[in-house]
């Protein structure tokens, strides 16, 4: 690599930030420099060394301001969008992440959740890490937007984040945990919305949801939901589907085994 390569490719990096992006591909940074791949390799090579950019995936960087050295990468909600564009992934922030959005501050989960259509390793960049959760019909589940410093976020609305948080309870912090968000976030919901977001999931889901926000004094945004459900459920379900239900009491509303005994995270 000639001495000039890195300086080079410091001088691009500066120009996609003046322009607003703060993302790029080594194929881009390569033919930018007109180099080859083992010198375009060596400049981002060095330009990590020294924090100045991090690698979410393979072959796509994200430039890391000084604000976010000690973090190692753009936080994930700054290079996600991005990220999935260059995928061609149709994605949204879900579960605890949307839950944020929402105004759910208490519940930060350790890790940015993003739902899209198939599974996906985890990403790790820095001190940022990013879990995926595959989601059937993730087309029709209802989606805000908001923008941020690197541009716009989709994230699922309120009702489609508390039907996400039920059915994937065990990834979510168990069903206390899910519950103590529900009840932060019950007064927001729209019934009409909270069955239109249930009707692109499980019935199952929607009983659960039901029960748990009934059970955190959100029970007169269920009315429609437990129309929903009366005439869709066919069978009881279990509130913890990988728990033992003998004697469990039974919900006829929900129709629904309340095999565990739930305290609201605070």
């Keep these: 690599m000639s001495a000039s390569t890195a300086p080079r490719a410091r001088e691009v990096l500066v120009d996609l930030a003046a322009r607003g992006r703060y993302h790029f591909t080594s194929f881009e940074l390569r033919s930018a420099l007109g180099v080859s791949e083992a010198a375009a390799r060596q400049a981002l090579s060095r330009l990590a060394a020294k924090g100045e950019i991090a690698s979410p995936a393979r072959g796509f960087y994200v430039i890391v301001p000084p604000e976010y050295r000690r973090l190692g990468c753009l936080p994930a909600d700054q290079f996600i969008p991005a990220l999935m564009e260059h995928r061609s992934t149709r994605y949204y922030v879900g579960l605890l992440s949307a839950a944020q959005y929402h105004g759910a501050?208490?519940?930060?989960?350790?890790?940015?959740?993003?739902?899209?259509?198939?599974?996906?390793?985890?990403?790790?960049?820095?001190?940022?890490?990013?879990?995926?959760?595959?989601?059937?019909?993730?087309?029709?589940?209802?989606?805000?937007?908001?923008?941020?410093?690197?541009?716009?976020?989709?994230?699922?609305?309120?009702?489609?984040?508390?039907?996400?948080?039920?059915?994937?309870?065990?990834?979510?912090?168990?069903?206390?945990?899910?519950?103590?968000?529900?009840?932060?976030?019950?007064?927001?919901?729209?019934?009409?919305?909270?069955?239109?977001?249930?009707?692109?999931?499980?019935?199952?889901?929607?009983?659960?949801?039901?029960?748990?926000?009934?059970?955190?004094?959100?029970?007169?945004?269920?009315?429609?939901?437990?129309?929903?459900?009366?005439?869709?459920?066919?069978?009881?379900?279990?509130?913890?589907?990988?728990?033992?239900?003998?004697?469990?009491?039974?919900s006829k509303d929900w129709r629904l085994l309340v095999n565990a005994s739930i305290e609201a995270d605070a």
Excluded at 113 to 126: K, L, S, T
Excluded at 223 to 246: F, I, S
């Design 105 to 250: 501050a208490h519940h930060r989960p350790q890790e940015f959740q993003v739902v899209v259509e198939r599974n996906r390793p985890a990403i790790v960049c820095g001190s940022v890490r990013v879990a995926f959760f595959a989601r059937r019909n993730l087309t029709t589940v209802p989606v805000e937007s908001v923008n941020n410093p690197r541009g716009t976020v989709e994230f699922s609305t309120v009702e489609a984040t508390a039907v996400d948080l039920v059915g994937y309870m065990d990834r979510a912090g168990g069903v206390d945990r899910v519950a103590g968000v529900l009840s932060e976030l019950g007064e927001d919901m729209d019934p009409e919305s909270l069955v239109e977001a249930s009707q692109s999931a499980s019935i199952l889901w929607a009983q659960r949801l039901g029960y748990l926000l009934e059970h955190v004094g959100a029970a007169d945004r269920t009315v429609l939901l437990k129309e929903h459900v009366r005439r869709h459920a066919r069978n009881y379900t279990k509130l913890l589907p990988g728990a033992d239900a003998v004697d469990a009491p039974r």
